[in-house]
T-cell receptor, first 109, second 115 residues
């Protein structure tokens, strides 16, 4: 069964304290792994798509990496405005996107 | 920029009412999706559509129906709203089912409360 697990559920960081969020998955025939950011009361905002193991994508303080079993979202020197819930989703052979339950990140000034 | 809009940000309805949620995308995307999002459960797919007048059931279609009469518009219908349908409803669209074109873009969401 296709499954996506994100950890930790919640993460509190001091401003400038780098860390990583994890997304582990089991899916038959991975066709893509997606990272989204979601602010409270709003829809998810697309960040990255990764397609194959070894691939990396960067945007400002965020960097996403992919292996055959998991993806990491690295946050370098975070700022308070990076506080949000980060969602991971995988697209398997059945054309359906499976979402994790997210990591709620809080960056303290 | 991809723009996905939803007809309402907040809705309050009574049990048994028929509820229509509308979603419009302006990027000529072929695929459209309806999800609901609940605390601790993440996003769950209700229905999706790969083309006009075409629909497929997602993981939790019971109690819902959909309509796609035009390419840019995808409607979610709650035939007889119940309290367990209180949730955040999210619409998404993607260009097509093919490598590198499958990124889904989301609307702002509709928070529905059924009393």
């Amino acid at each position: 069964e296709d499954q996506v697990t994100q950890s930790p559920e919640a993460l509190r960081l001091q401003e400038g304290e780098s860390s990583s969020l994890n997304c582990s998955y089991t899916v038959s025939g991975l066709r893509g792994l997606f990272w989204y950011r979601q602010d409270p009361g709003k829809g998810p905002e697309f960040l990255f798509t990764l397609y194959s193991a070894g691939e990396e994508k960067e945007k400002e303080r965020l960097k996403a990496t992919l292996t055959k079993k998991e993806s990491f979202l690295h946050i370098t020197a975070p700022k308070p405005e990076d506080s949000a819930t980060y969602l991971c989703a995988v697209l398997g052979g059945a054309n359906n996107l499976f979402f994790g339950t997210g990591t709620r990140l809080t960056v303290i000034p | 920029d991809v723009k996905v809009t939803q007809s309402s940000r907040y809705l309050v309805k009574r049990t048994g009412e028929k509820v229509f949620l509308e979603c419009v995308q302006d990027m000529d995307h072929e695929n459209m999706f309806w999800y609901r999002q609940d605390p601790g459960l993440g996003l769950r797919l209700i229905y999706f559509s790969y083309d006009v007048k075409m629909k497929e059931k997602g993981d939790i279609p019971e109690g819902y129906s959909v309509s796609r009469e035009k390419k840019e518009r995808f409607s979610l219908i709650l035939e007889s709203a119940s309290t367990n349908q209180t949730s955040m409803y999210l619409c998404a669209s993607s260009l097509r089912v093919q490598a590198s074109k499958e990124t889904q873009y989301f609307g702002p969401g509709t928070r529905l409360l059924v009393l």
